[in-house]
């Protein structure tokens, strides 16, 4: 593990109650992936090992074949029916307390690591958390207007700037400025939306921001996307592609570059996110371990075989043909 780096003066440790403290690392920092738990400790303390409070930030040795691949965008809702086939089929008492667990995982921590696995942050007040969705936010064709998905991204991009002025308190009246007309500040350029799914009453969604790219001495804007969560269905909603431009706005109006000031809490962030992706993505791949591990346990199991409620016995090629009908029992 490498050494935790020190942060001097002017910088200060960026800190979050949930997530690793942001710090400023270097260029090329190595991918941050906690080590798998040994598949010998308990089942649900293997469920808790990634929590979203014990994120701790160390570092694992470097992986030279990079993150693991991007997950599908129905994986927590597909996990969930992975694990009510095995129930439905049959569980004993260990098994049913195993599945419960894996549920109760994905219910806990599907929010974090669906944002994380794109390389979002879900840092408390760096967004727009828990907004529940109006009934007079919907249009006549019965979902939400595509409107509203710009406000919610609106808010949470206004969210992930004037956080820093929490992360970084140095700079807070700096920061807490950007989204002021009084100097130099922040202005939109181009937004572009993409709609994934539509939201509809009764649902709450959550939205967060990351940077695009990582902003350097010369940039003369900052390169956004965010992400729109629906809570109901554990999925994304939307995501937006923004470009948001340094504007001077006391200096007789123009382009200006980011402050100098600015470009370390940007660049910590931008090493976090990379460090979240792989962090994620890594406990998503677990998740789906502990699935395929209950799964082999229950119906999946060599010598399983399917009984109908009458009892008739049903072959393995019968099943091949997708007949499932009944419990399942062992022999």
């Not at 439905?88 to 599907?110: P, S």
């Not at 202005?187 to 799914?197: C, D, E, S």
Request: hydrophobic fraction near 35%; charge should be positive.
């Amino acid at each position: 593990m490498p050494p935790r780096l020190r942060i001097t003066p002017p910088a200060r440790a960026l800190l979050s109650q949930h997530h690793a403290p942001l710090r400023f690392v270097p260029s090329n920092p190595p991918p941050l992936s906690r080590p798998p738990p040994d598949p010998r400790t308990p089942f649900a303390t293997r469920c808790r090992h990634y929590s979203h409070n014990s994120f701790d930030g160390s570092s694992a040795d470097e992986d030279t074949q990079g993150p693991p691949p991007s997950p599908g965008a129905r994986w927590a809702s597909r996990l969930v029916a992975r694990v009510g086939e095995c129930v439905r089929w049959g569980c004993d008492d260990a098994q049913a307390r195993r599945a419960a667990e894996l549920v109760g995982c994905v219910a806990a921590e599907w929010r974090r690591l669906t944002a994380g696995a794109k390389g979002f942050l879900t840092v408390p007040g760096m967004g727009l958390e828990d907004q529940r969705v109006a009934w007079g936010e919907m249009d006549s064709f019965g979902h939400v207007n595509n409107t509203n998905y710009l406000r919610w991204a609106e808010s949470a991009r206004v969210s992930w700037i004037t956080n820093f002025a929490r992360l970084d308190p140095t700079n807070g009246d700096k920061w807490r400025a950007l989204m002021t007309p009084t100097g130099v500040g922040v202005i939109m350029g181009t937004i572009t939306a993409r709609y994934k799914l539509p939201v509809t009453y009764p649902d709450t969604i959550s939205a967060y921001h990351k940077l695009r790219a990582a902003p350097d001495a010369t940039s003369e804007r900052l390169s956004l996307e965010c992400v729109i969560l629906s809570h109901r269905h554990r999925r994304v909603a939307a995501r937006t592609h923004e470009d948001v431009v340094v504007y001077d706005y006391a200096g007789g109006g123009g382009k200006a570059r980011v402050p100098p000031w600015a470009l370390p809490g940007l660049d910590a962030v931008w090493h976090h996110q990379l460090s979240e992706q792989a962090a994620a993505r890594a406990r998503i791949q677990e998740l789906d371990g502990m699935v395929a591990e209950l799964e082999g346990d229950t119906w999946d199991r060599p010598g399983a075989v399917e009984v109908t409620g009458v009892g008739e016995r049903k072959g393995e090629e019968e099943e091949r043909r997708g007949g499932r009908g009944g419990r399942m029992y062992f022999e």
